[in-house]
């Protein structure tokens, strides 16, 4: 009996420590370059930039594999996916890419970010009808089983922008809860171009204001100011607004979801982190930006790998409890000695 109460408290002891050794492994973040795929990413201007985030994040202590290709295979092993804005309908997902992903995003403790690109109709494109650009990251959305959504649609800010109405800045950021620990000292991040953040619920696109009340597991992150407007290029109506309407809509979302006994977690931003004009720019037409502090501090939060039980404090508590039971019982079984 002392014997078991001595190992048992060794056990309890040593836990800690081997958490710290669990968490100290490299995490892989892997993003798809798929051939084809991604919007101008090729392009010198871009693919410097491309280079510059992957210099970063490789300096925090992650290792970035570049994806030729998504399959079950190539994902194994990898911590986060980071999809970004396609170039044309030949980039569309394949329904094995679309398993593939799921597979691995519920396997839990994974970190995805989906970054999309406005309905805005480039000159190769077919002017009715540019949906692929929310439809095919919204396939993987839906795949994961997220309540969020990007809009088939544009969005504008005449308030906070660099130098154009299209050219959005965040006008609004959240600092409550959670999205502190990914929004702190970046309240100014580009959004060039781009479409935005609204939610699915029973089967129907909604306002993002539905599931973020909804939701707990739903937060927002960055959005326009009141003055953001709903636009359209394209002959495809958006699903959960109007065009023409005003307010201040999301640019950028989180969601946590339950897989198994651990969370994975979706980031979703109606611009892209690769391609063009993107996410991680620190000036923009002169305008200040903390894109890389934001990028940084995201995928921070989003390869954290949280238990979806009970709350942290209560595993805490319960910890502490059988260490001082254990403790307990070894004191009085020296004292019958």
């Known amino acids: 009996m002392r014997r078991l109460a001595a190992l048992l408290l060794i056990a309890l002891l040593a836990a800690p420590l081997a958490s710290s050794a669990v968490r100290a492994q490299r ?192 937060t927002w992150l960055y959005a326009t100011t009141d003055k953001g407007t709903v636009v359209s290029h394209d002959g495809v109506d958006p699903k959960a607004t109007t065009v023409g309407q005003t307010g201040s809509f999301i640019l950028a979302a989180v969601e946590k979801i339950k897989c198994g006994g651990m969370y994975s977690k979706v980031l979703v931003t109606g611009e892209s982190l690769i391609g063009d004009r993107n996410i991680f720019y620190t000036k923009y037409h002169g305008v200040d930006l903390q894109g890389p502090t934001f990028v940084k501090q995201a995928f921070t939060w989003g390869l954290a790998v949280e238990k979806a039980g009970l709350p942290t404090m209560v595993y805490a508590v319960i910890a502490i409890v059988v260490v001082v039971v254990a403790v307990a019982v070894v004191l009085v079984l020296r004292r019958r000695k």
């Open 27 to 218: 995490k892989v973040i892997a993003i798809d370059l798929t051939p084809g795929r991604v919007k101008d990413v090729d392009k010198p201007k871009y693919q410097a930039v491309l280079n510059w985030l992957i210099g970063n994040l490789t300096a925090m202590g992650y290792e970035v594999r570049k994806l030729s290709k998504i399959s079950r295979d190539t994902l194994k092993g990898v911590d986060a996916l980071v999809i970004g804005k396609l170039r044309d309908e030949r980039g569309a997902f394949k329904p094995d890419e679309v398993e593939a992903i799921a597979e691995w995003f519920k396997q839990g403790g994974k970190f995805l970010w989906v970054g999309a690109d406005s309905d805005y109709v480039e000159p190769y494109l077919n002017p009715e009808d540019t949906s692929f650009k929310a439809g095919e990251p919204n396939k993987i959305l839906e795949a994961v089983g997220s309540h969020l959504r990007l809009e088939y649609a544009s969005v504008e800010d005449p308030e906070s922008n660099a130098g154009a109405d299209y050219r959005v800045v965040s006008g609004k950021y959240n600092t409550a809860g959670e999205a502190a620990q990914i929004t702190s000292g970046a309240p100014k991040v580009l959004f060039h171009g781009p479409t935005f953040v609204v939610g699915f619920d029973n089967g129907k696109f909604v306002p993002f204001e539905q599931v973020d009340k909804k939701y707990e597991t739903v």
